[in-house]
T-cell receptor
């Protein structure tokens, strides 16, 4: 039981390049999330997927797209990377627990030069 | 406009003493509040939560207190241990799938 996995762990992009961050969970959770963490800003929600087949914007969606490929996988795509997208990206999932807790992956550290 | 605020960026506490981490919120409609702990180079891990209809929840060394009239919650860690040194995030859940996180407090427990 791996929980939430993310690939890659590190990535350096040049401005204008594109890439996809991959996320998978093996806990049979319905909801999945993408966050970014920047110094002094906490965790900010980029997109979420309440269930397979649905996606919705969070607080900071500009410059990103997502795909909920199936119940396990939720990917985040940067079509044209910008230096402002330099950040640590976390994927999370949530099941039906009455405590509403989310389970987070280990993160992807992205640098855009 | 930050709906969830952690006004103390850092806190240092002696091992064995109590650590108190604070969080303020602005929206009285939040259903649930959660605390997460984050070590460097790892994702946040869930610590403890509290429903808005309760004022206290306890789990081992960790207790969360909710003061709805003051829109304030706090996490108490007793006794504090060096392994508790981490960044702590509070989060609010308004019941719409979206979570709102505070900016975090870095706790350092001194041996």
């Amino acid at each position: 039981n791996a929980g939430v996995t993310q690939t890659p762990k590190f990535q350096v992009l040049k401005t204008g390049q594109s890439m996809t961050l991959q996320c998978a969970q093996d806990m049979n959770h319905n909801s999945m999330y993408w966050y970014r963490q920047d110094p002094g800003m906490g965790l900010r929600l980029i997109y979420y997927s309440a269930s397979e087949g649905t996606t919705d914007k969070g607080e900071v969606p500009n410059g990103y797209n997502v795909s909920r490929l199936n119940k396990r996988e939720f990917s985040l795509r940067l079509e044209s990377a910008a230096p402002s997208q330099t950040s640590v990206y976390f994927c999370a999932s949530r099941g039906q627990s009455s405590s509403y807790e989310q389970y987070f992956g280990p993160g992807t550290r992205l640098t855009v030069t | 406009d930050q709906q969830v605020k952690q006004n103390s960026p850092s806190l240092s506490v002696q091992e064995g003493r109590i650590s108190i981490l604070n969080c303020d919120y602005t929206n009285s409609m939040f259903d649930y509040f959660l605390w997460y702990k984050k070590y460097p180079a790892e994702g946040p891990t869930f610590l403890i939560s509290i429903s808005s209809i309760k004022d206290k929840n306890e789990d081992g060394r960790f207790t969360v207190f909710l003061n709805k009239s003051a829109k304030h919650l706090s996490l108490h860690i007793v006794p504090s241990q060096p392994g508790d040194s981490a960044v702590y995030f509070c989060a609010a859940y308004p019941g719409t799938y979206k979570y709102i996180f505070g900016t975090g407090t870095r706790l350092k427990v001194l041996a």
